[in-house]
């Protein structure tokens, strides 16, 4: 940007980065930057982040005028030719930092994982060639589906619409253009653009306010606080903490409440939030899934730990040479590690978000699938979800419940009209029924009132913004009169300066003072009419109305602003209702949901008895409900009881919402939130898994793991489903993984100290580990048995541990089996005799690769493999192959002179398919015990 800084501002503690002790680390082994060129890099960043504060610091603290000017603007907005050259000067509005990487550091990131492997080539040329061009191959395999699984996230994410509303002007800067309202993307947002705020709106780039009512604004994002803080347009003195500068908005804020305008003043990389992307990235809490995956890998890498060291000190003490200890002990440590782990854990993640695309889902972060299908509890709102999201205003009346003039309509439709914040699906409803004149309801013609007419005769002087805490919306209006032709109009009467409020009944009557007859009068609210418009609103939520109401006050002279405190003493003017038809296909998910075993709560900022209804007509089973303001007056234990047993909770605020789910997290539950409004962006941030719509507002659609195309409950139970099944195809590799490396590793030890000649040759492990991964490369293309399906799956590390070390070892017991056969029958014990000893390994080596590609399909379901249950067409070729190439090795040259392999006795193959079937049978035994005593087998 084109200006010098004038004040300094003070740079948050956070963004000072230490040289982290990875960095000195990597520099002492003689990786990487050196120590001073890490310092010094953070050194430029901390500066960089400074500067870039010093310059907004400095566009905050001058005056409105001024800052237009320096960016070449005004409050008409740009025009397009402006913001066109504008996005050429300054580049699209993203952070690169939040960008996939580039190919090419994946290839180098793969590559470092590959090389790692490798600390000391063998003595022999060939072997050591062989063991790269593995590792070349599982590289570049790990590289093809890290690109793909990171093509498909950003393929996803573009998917989803985040767009802004600016303000152009239609001839560049001319003093006689007019402006326009454009809804554009954000990513297309430059310095100069005038944004128009309202509740709910994302800040889309860095902000200065420059107009603001009521305007309030969350900042949790970037501070951690839930409350919202008040902004104004006072650009302060341009010093101290941005963030808490009056008039700034940042992006990944949000507004809250109140209206306004704000001024781009930074995009892209030079925005507050690109610097410290990194940062909060970091601070980002890990999910149950990362958590799991770490878990194992922790798992693997002590086993590693423990085994290669014991097998390199027996080995050597064993009188077979240090350097051959040394060289076996790596091997052993290699073949520990499942390679194949990360590509066919990002394969699996990437299929099953690909899928949820055909099914209308689209997934923000694929780990989300994983809690998608551990989801036990789904906490939802009501309108669009149980609702067909449709209002059609269904009847005008008066206070007294008779069917009136259209007063209230009228009123209704010029607050609705004239109100600059985000339109509701109410604000819709009143607007179409006097635009389309499809209300019929009245006693009075519709061919006496006209939007055309209303809107010539009235003009907005102020407004009132809507809030959650008064629930209700008022405009200030005057009468023009500069139109003499309609003076004699049919239409609504107002004084100077009307007031005119509109909202939920209860916060409306509690400030009206007086109310309207039928005959048109105006007299006192005593008690009796105040409870019999209570019992009237009941009959409305009872039929399954939602219901607003109207009211106005009259002021005989302008004021200079207009405040909350002017919503007193009102004139209550009527009811509008509002009829939403259940869903057709809401009965259908709701019983599908629950025989996935997910319980359904819906959560309501609307009226309890309406909420009963709309459940009772979708066959939601309605025992026990409960209110906002009663769950207000509860201690924690009876809190934490009653939103276990309720399923109805209505009139709730949106820290409640967000209570409500962090309270089920504490008691157990996995939790699952779907909204779509400003209200509900709390929620869906505390929830394990929120679900929002792409039709929703932008502040819910960021706070979301999950965006649906369709807001359907039918939609997200495939989407439990679906992510039922990635889950279990994710826990059924690890699993297998973990408790085939363990009996490995169970029986290397034990080879180790029982054989006088190493059990298997070190290529000869490596490529039986590559081999048995390479056979488990189509599990993310398995089915999963539909009673899996049927209940919630949350990830469990203390089964995975007790999983690896009570299935694990039984193959340890077949692979004892196949020593002993061999140092005794075929007395392969003489570890001089190269021949024999070539035989040994070649056997342990068939056995080895025949029983673990016969434990994929033994624990990839909880039945009895190919009778109950059948794996996929591809499990069952990819395993078929590797069986085939492991029983062809033996015979070719490359088996022979690369991997030392010699043809065995043909009775060998009737002990090792004996040991498979007894295998076999040994671990349907161990499946139904395990299931029988902890309740689960996957």
Request: proline residues 4%.
């Amino acid at each position: 940007m084109s200006f010098v800084p004038t004040t300094t501002s003070t740079l948050p503690a956070e963004a000072k980065v230490p040289v982290t002790f990875a960095a000195r680390l990597k520099h002492r082994l003689g990786f990487g930057k050196t120590t001073d060129a890490v310092i010094e890099e953070n050194e430029k960043e901390v500066r960089a982040l400074q500067d870039a504060m010093d310059r907004f610091a400095a566009m905050a603290g001058v005056s409105t005028e001024m800052l237009l000017e320096r960016l070449g603007t005004s409050v008409n907005g740009l025009s397009d030719a402006n913001a066109a050259e504008k996005l050429t000067e300054f580049g699209p509005n993203e952070i690169s930092s939040l960008k996939p990487p580039k190919w090419w550091i994946i290839l180098y990131h793969c590559f470092v994982l590959a090389v790692s492997n490798v600390v000391i080539p063998p003595a022999d040329f060939k072997p050591f060639t062989y063991l790269m061009l593995m590792l070349l191959f599982g590289t570049f395999t790990r590289f093809y589906q890290e690109i793909k699984s990171n093509n498909a996230a950003q393929k996803l994410k573009s998917l989803i619409t985040n767009t802004v509303s600016v303000v152009r002007c239609t001839n560049a800067l001319e003093s006689g253009s007019t402006s326009l309202l454009r809804i554009i993307d954000q990513n297309t947002v430059v310095p100069g653009d005038i944004v128009k705020l309202a509740a709910g709106v994302m800040f889309p780039a860095d902000c200065v306010i420059i107009a603001a009512r009521d305007l309030t604004v969350s900042q949790s994002s970037l501070t951690g606080e839930a409350a919202p803080v008040e902004k104004t347009a006072d650009h302060g003195n341009g010093k101290g903490v941005v963030l808490d500068f009056p008039n700034v908005g940042l992006l990944g804020t949000s507004v809250s409440s109140g209206i306004g305008l704000a001024v781009v003043v930074a995009t892209g990389n030079q925005t507050y939030m690109s610097f410290m992307a990194a940062k909060l990235a970091k601070a980002t809490p890990k999910s149950a899934f990362d958590k799991g995956v770490v878990s194992v890998s922790l798992a693997f890498m002590t086993l590693m730990a423990i085994m290669s060291p014991l097998v390199f000190l027996i080995q050597g003490f064993s009188g077979q040479g240090w350097l051959n200890a040394f060289q076996f002990a790596l091997t052993v440590a290699v073949g520990l590690i499942p390679e194949m782990m990360p590509m066919i854990l990002n394969a699996n993640l990437a299929k099953g978000a690909i899928s949820l695309i055909k099914r209308k889902t689209i997934v923000k972060q694929l780990a989300a699938i994983q809690n998608l299908g551990a989801m036990d509890v789904l906490c939802s709102d009501k309108t669009g979800t149980l609702t067909q999201d449709e209002l059609v205003l269904s009847n005008v009346m008066g206070p007294d419940a008779s069917e009136t003039t259209l007063n209230p309509l009228e009123w209704g439709f010029l607050n609705s009209c004239f109100q600059t914040g985000m339109r509701n699906l109410m604000d819709v409803a009143i607007l179409d029924a006097v635009e389309s004149h499809r209300y019929t309801k009245c006693t009075k013609s519709l061919a006496t009132i006209s939007s055309e007419i209303l809107l010539s005769q009235f003009r907005l002087v102020d407004e009132i913004p809507f809030d959650f805490h008064r629930r209700r919306l008022s405009v200030i209006v005057t009468r023009k009169l500069d139109n003499p032709e309609n003076s004699d109009s049919d239409t609504i009467s107002g004084d100077a300066y009307t007031l005119v409020c509109k909202g939920a009944v209860e916060e409306v009557l509690s400030n009206c003072t007086e109310f309207v007859k039928e005959d048109g009068s105006v007299v006192q609210i005593s008690g009796t009419e105040s409870a019999q418009f209570i019992q009237i609103l009941d009959s409305f939520n009872e039929d399954g109305l939602r219901v607003l109401a109207v009211a106005t006050r009259s002021f005989e002279q302008p004021r200079k602003s207009y405040t909350k405190d002017d919503e007193s003493s009102m004139v209550f003017q009527g009811f509008l209702t509002f009829r939403d038809p259940p869903k057709e296909d809401a009965a259908e998910a709701i019983l599908l949901l629950a025989k996935r075993k997910v319980t359904l709560k819906v959560l309501s900022g609307d009226n309890l008895k309406v909420s009963i209804k709309v459940c009772r007509d979708v066959g939601i089973p309605v025992e026990n409900t409960v209110s906002g303001l009663e769950l207000a007056r509860m201690e924690d234990v009876e809190f934490s009881e009653t939103i276990e047993k309720c399923t109805v909770m209505a009139k709730l605020s949106p820290n409640q919402k967000q209570q409500i789910v962090e309270r089920l997290q504490k008691n157990g539950h996995v939790v699952g939130f779907l909204g779509d409004g400003i209200n509900d962006a709390l929620a869906l941030k505390s929830a394990d898994v929120g679900v929002s719509v792409d039709s929703g507002s932008e502040v819910a659609k960021d706070s979301a793991d999950v965006i649906l195309l369709e807001k359907s409950l039918l939609i997200l139970e495939r989407g439990v489903r679906k992510g039922r099944q990635t889950y279990g195809n994710t826990i059924k590799y690890i699993k297998m993984a973990a408790s085939s490396n363990f009996g490995n590793s169970f029986s290397v030890l034990i080879a180790s100290i029982w054989l006088p000649f190493q059990p298997m040759t070190p290529l000869m492990i490596l490529t039986n580990n590559f081999l048995y991964d390479f056979s488990q490369s189509a599990i993310p293309w398995d089915r999963m048995d539909d009673s899996f399906l049927e209940n919630p799956r949350p990830w469990e590390s203390r089964d995975l541990l007790r999983f690896m070390i009570l299935i694990g070892p039984l193959s340890s017991i077949f692979d004892m089996i196949t020593f002993a056969i061999g140092m005794y029958y075929w007395r392969w014990n003489d570890s001089s005799n190269s021949f024999a000893v070539a035989q040994f390994q070649t056997v342990w080596f068939f056995e080895s690769l025949l029983t673990q590609t016969v434990i994929v399909h033994l624990i990839r379901t909880e039945k009895i493999p190919f009778v109950q249950s059948v794996a996929s067409w591809g499990l069952l070729l990819t395993g078929a192959v590797i069986i085939a190439i492991g029983t062809c090795l033996p015979y070719t040259e490359f088996g022979v002179n690369i991997l030392g392999m010699e043809a065995f006795p043909r009775m060998s193959y009737a002990f090792v398919m004996t040991e498979l079937v007894g295998y076999f049978i040994v671990v349907l035994l161990a499946k139904y015990f395990y299931i029988r005593k902890f309740g689960r087998w996957l």
